[in-house]
Every structure is written in structure tokens, then in C-alpha cells.
């Protein structure tokens, strides 16, 4: 079964500055996606950025991008300029191709982001 | 285009009782997934739907836990007989089919005394 890793609970950044958060994962498919979810206080999920395994270039949404290192299994996201708004919970998400088992996302353990002024 | 929509956002029941906790996905996806959260944890999946169908509910408790979507209308994941340990946060995702991304909703909260 695929597992998702994060392997920091916890998190700090400076107002302004960049912070990135690791996301390591377990699977035996060549095929499939990955996910950061932000939960902030008011608990909703909310997408940040998404990266098919089949494309080699790294995602990225504004201030938002990820290290996506595909034969070390590893899915980093950095959060540039960070701001107040980006303190909250961040879970990297795997899910399999439709045509692989468990189609349904495995949410690591998430890594809480402070921020600070 | 109305979100994942979930009711109650609130819900306590009594040792017990019943919960039944509904989800509408955004309009177009026919896709549903029910997810478990408990204080400082992540999500865990619970079951995944298409109308009509479980396609996958690995992750549903063996008794007390059943979740349907009906051809028309809302899906409802229901706990019989609630414990305590089922106090959790109830989140409900959606997607128009495999291969997409999925949307969540705001959560269901409950609670169990």
C-alpha cells in the first residue's frame, strides 16, 4: 500500500521569507499524483498544487512550487514570500492513475506552518 | 459553481444514537469520498463512491459504519450507535471522475457525549 511521509510536525518561517516543507512517499506505480492540501484554523481543505508523476517539470502556483524528485520519491513544497494568510496545516496527498490499485489519497500526517512577523 | 456542500457542519449525538452526516458534490462530478479526521491527525479515507455503487471502502470500520449515494440526491455516511472515539471531523471530497483532482468540503464535526 502507498504511504505518504512528512517528516516535520512543525514549522517556522519569518514573514517575507521561504520555507520548505518535505513530503516523501511509498509506492510501486509509475503513475499518478500528488497533492498539497493547506487546512487552515477554520479546518477546510484547500488545494494548493497538484503534480502529475509523468511530467518532469515542477508545478507551480505563484508563490507556491514544488521539488518533484520522482526517482527518490520525494515532494517538496516551497512557499516563497511567505504571508499571516499561508499559517496553517499542510498535508501532501498521493493518489494512483485510474488504470493502478487504491484509487482513492493517502494524506501524510501534515506539518504545521507558523509564521511569523 | 457551488463547492462540496456537507451538513450538518455540526453534530452532537448522544452515546448510542444515530449519525447521519450528508454530502452533495459540486455539480458535474459523480465521484464521492468520505474522509475521517481526528484532533491533530491527517485525513484518513473511509470509502469512495460513484452513484449508485461503493467502489472502494477499505477504510470504513468493519460495523457500525455504512455510506451510500443514491441515483438522486445527497451522500450520506451513517454511524450507528456512536462512541466516543467516533468524535471526529467528517470531511467529504468530490471529483467528476478518476483521474481529477478532488475537491473537499467544509467538514462535518462531530460530536459524541
Known amino acids: 500500500a502507498q504511504t505518504v511521509t512528512q517528516s516535520q510536525p512543525e514549522m517556522s518561517v519569518q514573514e517575507a521569507e521561504t520555507v520548505t516543507l518535505s513530503c516523501t512517499y511509498d509506492?510501486?506505480?509509475?503513475?499518478?499524483?500528488l497533492f498539497w492540501y493547506k487546512q487552515p484554523p477554520s479546518r477546510q481543505m484547500i488545494l494548493v498544487i497538484r503534480?502529475?508523476?509523468?511530467?518532469?517539470q515542477n508545478a507551480t502556483e505563484n508563490r507556491f512550487s514544488v521539488n518533484f524528485q520522482k526517482a527518490a520519491k520525494s515532494f517538496s513544497l516551497k512557499i516563497s514570500d511567505s504571508q499571516l494568510g499561508d499559517a496553517a496545516m499542510y498535508f501532501c496527498?498521493?493518489?494512483?492513475?485510474?488504470?493502478?490499485?487504491?484509487?482513492?489519497?493517502?494524506f501524510g500526517a501534515g506539518t504545521r506552518l507558523t509564521v511569523k512577523p | 459553481n457551488a463547492g462540496v456542500m456537507q451538513n450538518p457542519r455540526h453534530l452532537v449525538r448522544r452515546r448510542g444514537q444515530e449519525a447521519r452526516l450528508r454530502c452533495s458534490p459540486m455539480k458535474g462530478h459523480s465521484h464521492v469520498y468520505w474522509y475521517r479526521q481526528l484532533p491533530e491527525e491527517g485525513l484518513k479515507f473511509m470509502v469512495y463512491?460513484?452513484?449508485?455503487?461503493?467502489?472502494?471502502e477499505s477504510g470504513m470500520p468493519k460495523e457500525r459504519f455504512s455510506a451510500e449515494f443514491p441515483k438522486e440526491g445527497p451522500s450520506i455516511l451513517r454511524i450507528q450507535q456512536v462512541v466516543r472515539g467516533d468524535s471526529a471531523a467528517y470531511f467529504c471530497?468530490?471529483?467528476?471522475?478518476?483521474?481529477?483532482?478532488?475537491?473537499f468540503g467544509e467538514g462535518s464535526w462531530l460530536t459524541v457525549v
Open positions: 496527498a498521493y493518489r494512483n492513475s485510474p488504470m493502478g490499485n487504491n484509487n482513492d489519497m493517502r
Open positions: 503534480q502529475e508523476a509523468y511530467k518532469q
Open positions: 471530497a468530490s471529483s467528476p471522475g478518476q483521474s481529477n483532482t478532488i475537491y
Open positions: 509506492t510501486s506505480e509509475s503513475d499518478y499524483y
Open positions: 463512491l460513484q452513484k449508485e455503487n461503493i467502489i472502494d
